[in-house]
């Protein structure tokens, strides 16, 4: 399975690359600034001061743009539902935490590789796609921005507000943010998946989730010492059950072998929290359950109002998994019912109900408590 997933990727990467040298810097319009519209931007009250995010693909909103990437996203359709068009979202319109920005009151958060003065108080998004726990986590997209390059981005950005503000208003405000981490996706599909790795050689899946885990330990720590005090982890979703792992077999079932080999990290991850609310005075670390709201989804679909679980909306071969969405593909026309928007992202309509359920779910999908209880600590 893995040398078909890399041979599969290896012909992605070339078209990419030949695809993006022919297209014009200009086609991501939009991102310069926040989109404007009556849609898009918070409008109630603010609960929080600002959300500041880190993670992958899933939430990257524009950091790999002017990176030497092939995990970008600032082309048509990416954005084809998304007020300004592609801002390099891998998404046709809303990622996960642009929900949470708005239910908490607060703008869309701008990337850090746009943000700048003023932008800057409402949160920033440093996530980046293909980035990983570990550094090394995602080197066959070339440039991309691992979690402790992240995390020295915010202490960047933390720097520029004190000299600003003064370190003890932005000690105070900082505590009352929320800071949103997604990450460990990227460390199995780019990493411990890919067979020009030797990562499967040196630990099995319960080691591998330790490693991971104890280094997102150290870095949420580091984050805390930094100021943070409200964490929302995302766990992982059902990864076996993504379009570019459906195109592996004929048979277009899940792989119950990626799902098993990633419910160590989850479980791990959990214990994590509890241990961090424990023993860090002040914190606050919440968990998104997201391996339990795909299977929910995956399984009662059609009364959420999907039709299409198993392709994606823009890809190509089988599944709409072989290759992920190239610029400007035609995608489905019905997007608000397929699940999956390329080979490994959900489509906005998902992305908007995961991010309701975290924010106003019980303890069965967020735990423990969801970002609304959260905001009000």
Known sequence: MANIFFRIIFSFLIVMLLLLLLMNDKVALGQDGDPVGSTQGGGGREMVPALFIFGDSLIDNGNNNNLPSFAKANYYPYGIDFNGGPTGRFSNGYTMVDEIAELLGLPLIPAYSEASGAQVLHGVNYA????????????????????????RNFQNTLDQVTDN????????????????????????LNNYLMPNYNTKNQYNAQQYADLLVSEYSRQLTTLYNLGARKFVLAGLGRMGCIPSILAQNQMDRCSEEVNQLVMPFNANVKTMINNLNANLPGARFTF???????EDLLTNYRSYGFSVIDRGCCGIGRNGGQITCLPFQTPCANREEYVFWDAFHPTEAVNIMFGRKAFYGDQRVVYPMNIQQLASF
Do not use: K
């Open 128 to 151: 980046s796609a293909a980035a990983g726990i570990l550094d090394i986590t995602g080197r066959n997209f070339v440039g991309r921005i691992p979690f402790d390059q992240q995390i």
């Open 165 to 188: 503000l003064g370190a003890s208003d932005v000690s105070n405000a900082i505590a009352r943010c929320i800071f949103f981490v997604g990450m460990g996706s990227n460390d199995y």
């Open 288 to 294: 998104i359950d997201i391996a339990r709201m795909f």
